[in-house]
C-alpha cells in the first residue's frame, strides 16, 4: 500500500482536471470514508504505541516511523466513535499523513482502497452538519456513499493553530484601504475560520464560500453588476474542493474578461513543487501552504499594495 506514494509524478497529472484520488478506509462497520492521496505519505501496519502522559484522548499514544516521532490519532474517537481501542481487528492500519506543516499518523480499523473521483461528484455535507461534525464532503463509489473526513479539524482538536498576526504587522495594515472585501473559498469549516480571523486583525472584511463552483457563481454575479472592481480585494482560495477546485477556480476567474485582473493567492495544507508549478500553471498570483498567520497576513499586504 505504500508503493502508491512514490507515483507522485502521475498523480501530479490529475491536478488542474478538477480530479482527486481518494484512500478509502472504514473506522470499525461497513461505512467507507476517504482522504485526499496527496495528504498521505503511506500507510502501514498499526505499529507499537508509546503512551504520552497528559496527551489528547485521542491520541493514542506516539510512534517512531522511519526514524521520526509521529503521534497517531484515533480517527474514529477523534469524530465522535467508539474508540478503535474496544475492538481492535488484524487489520488495522496507521494513516501516515502530512498536511499543514506537519507529519501525523491515523489509526484506521482497515484500509479499502485507492478511487479516482472528479471534484465535481464531490458534494458539500448536508445541510446542518458542517458546524457539528468532522465531515467535508460526500461522494459515491461504486454506488456507496463515501464520507470525506475534515482532518484539519480533526488535528485542529489534538493541535490547536496559533491564529493571532502580530502587531507590528497589523500597524502595517492600518496604511492600507479596507473599502474592499477578501474572498475566503475553503470547504473546511476550520480553516476558513483561521483565515478569517488573521485578516480580520488586519482590518479587512471578508466574504466566504465553500468551495469554487459557489464563489465563482458569486464572482459571476459581481461582474454582471460591474461590481468586481468595487467589492473584491483579493481572493484566497483552498486548492481541494468539492464540485470545482481550487485550479480550476483560477483558470474560469482568467477566462473571464470582468474578473481576470483579480489577485489569487492559493492557500493548500498540501506542500510541494507540484503545487507551486500547478499555480503558475493555473494563472494563480501566489500560493502559501496553510497555516502560518504571520505570513498569510504579509502575503495579503503584498498583494493590496500591488493591487
Not at 499555480?279 to 501566489?286: E, Q, S, T
Request: include cysteine; aromatic fraction near 6%; charge should be negative.
Amino acid at each position: 500500500m505504500s508503493q502508491f506514494i512514490d507515483d507522485v509524478d502521475q498523480r501530479t497529472r490529475l491536478v488542474g482536471q478538477n480530479r482527486m484520488e481518494l484512500l478509502l478506509f472504514h473506522l470499525g462497520g461497513a461505512q467507507s470514508f476517504g482522504i485526499n492521496v496527496f495528504k498521505v505519505r503511506e500507510v502501514i501496519a498499526k505499529p507499537k504505541l508509546r503512551h504520552i502522559p497528559g496527551s489528547s484522548p485521542v491520541v493514542c499514544g506516539v510512534a517512531n516511523i522511519r526514524g521520526r516521532t509521529v503521534s497517531v490519532i484515533d480517527l474514529a474517537q477523534a469524530i465522535g466513535f467508539p474508540s478503535l481501542a474496544v475492538e481492535e481487528g488484524d487489520d488495522a492500519k496507521v494513516i501516515v499523513t502530512e498536511f499543514n506543516r506537519s507529519v501525523q499518523g491515523f489509526w484506521v480499523s482497515a484500509v479499502d482502497r485507492i478511487v479516482n473521483v472528479n471534484w465535481e461528484a464531490v458534494k458539500p455535507p448536508p445541510r446542518g452538519t458542517e458546524k457539528d461534525s468532522y465531515l467535508v464532503a460526500v461522494t459515491e463509489v461504486d454506488g456507496r456513499l463515501v464520507e470525506i473526513i475534515d482532518v484539519e479539524r480533526v488535528f485542529a482538536q489534538v493541535n490547536p493553530v496559533k491564529a493571532d498576526v502580530s502587531d507590528a504587522v497589523q500597524k502595517q495594515a492600518e496604511e492600507m484601504p479596507h473599502d474592499r472585501r477578501i474572498l475566503v473559498v475553503d470547504d473546511s469549516l476550520v480553516a476558513r475560520k483561521q483565515v478569517e480571523r488573521a485578516i480580520s486583525e488586519l482590518g479587512f472584511r471578508t466574504e466566504s464560500r465553500s468551495d469554487g463552483k459557489a464563489a465563482l457563481e458569486y464572482l459571476e454575479e459581481l461582474a454582471a453588476a460591474d461590481m468586481v472592481d468595487a467589492s473584491i480585494e483579493l481572493i484566497i482560495a483552498d486548492i481541494e474542493m468539492p464540485r470545482m477546485d481550487g485550479y480550476t477556480l483560477t483558470r474560469k476567474i482568467r477566462e473571464n474578461s470582468k474578473l481576470k485582473g483579480l489577485r489569487v493567492i492559493l492557500h493548500s495544507s498540501l506542500s510541494g513543487q507540484f503545487n507551486i508549478d500547478m499555480v503558475k500553471r493555473a494563472g494563480a498570483d501566489d500560493f502559501l501552504p496553510k497555516f502560518d498567520p504571520e505570513e498569510l497576513a504579509e502575503t495579503v499586504l503584498r498583494h493590496v499594495r500591488r493591487s
